[in-house]
């Protein structure tokens, strides 16, 4: 039996394809995760097509793209990055990072922030989606501390869903890593994953620290996972992500009246 939801299915479909046409994109996708089961509830991607009307129908919208196409994830991976610099003892969450002049300058290559801010904590870099406040946290730690938390959250590798095609994504060994490769992978440029992957790795905020196996398929009730983060440290960063959608962060449209709401 198929763990997706039919209800939560049609309005996934609905609400990504409403966002794909009022923000003029030429793509989007959606996926909904039950995060103590892994269960994949819903998941949709526009354009699509209808499989019984097959005739003209360009072969690149029959795929799953949630499965088998693979994106820079961009600013949702800093929340990894933070998780991986707390869970080592290098910040704390009160730890301040000068982001001034909102630009950082490794040999040729120049960093920039959207918006420069001074001096942020390591709570306000995920809150105001700091690019250099990342960096400068990740050029703090060994790569391959980094690379592990990274590649415990599944990163890397496929998720494991068992769906013809789905792909694994890049991350790249930590032995190969220049500084200024390091940095930029510190707000989600130079891997690369699916969308998929990208949920089920947000998941061990909401589990406090564990991954669980995604899946296709119904399942009896929680399964269990694989601690990836200690539980403190999930608590740490879920607390951060949830100021990211409170007003002062950069997505406050994301707030549901009467739930708490993380985000990125």
């Known amino acids: ?49 209808n499989p019984n009307a097959r005739n003209r129908v360009a072969r690149d919208r029959m795929r799953n793209h949630a499965l088998t196409d693979v994106f820079e994830p961009g600013s949702t991976l800093k929340p990894f990055t933070i998780a991986a610099a707390l869970e080592s003892g290098a910040v704390r969450p009160d730890t301040v990072i000068q982001t001034a002049p909102g630009s950082l300058t490794l040999g040729p290559n120049t960093i920039h922030d959207a918006h420069p801010h001074g001096a942020l904590t390591v709570e ?20 391959d501390t980094m690379w592990k938390t990274l590649a415990g959250a599944g990163f890397g590798t496929p998720p494991a869903t068992g769906f013809p095609g789905e792909v694994s994504g890049r991350l790249r060994s930590a032995k190969t890593w220049k500084p200024i490769e390091q940095a930029t992978m510190s707000y989600g440029h130079g891997l690369s994953v699916n969308l998929v992957q990208l949920a089920r790795a947000y998941t061990v905020f909401a589990t406090d620290g564990e991954l669980k196996p ?13 601690p990836v983060l200690a539980p403190e440290t999930a608590q740490v960063v ?11 962060g950069t997505a406050p449209r994301a707030q549901i009246a009467g739930y708490r709401v993380a985000g990125k």
Request: charged residues 20%; proline residues 5%.
């Open 1 to 49: 039996a198929l763990a997706l939801d039919t209800r939560l299915q049609y309005l996934a479909f609905r609400e990504l394809k409403a966002a794909v046409d009022a923000n003029r994109a030429k793509a989007g996708g959606l996926v909904i995760l039950d995060v103590q089961t892994g269960e994949i509830l819903a998941l949709a991607n526009w354009p699509t097509y």
């Open 214 to 226: 995604a899946t296709l398929f119904k399942t009896a009730g929680p399964t269990a996972g694989r």
């Open 238 to 248: 879920r607390r951060m992500l949830e100021l990211a959608v409170l007003p002062g």
């Open 124 to 143: 306000q870099v995920i809150e105001k989606s700091s690019n250099v406040g990342a960096a400068k946290i990740a050029l703090g730690l060994p790569p």
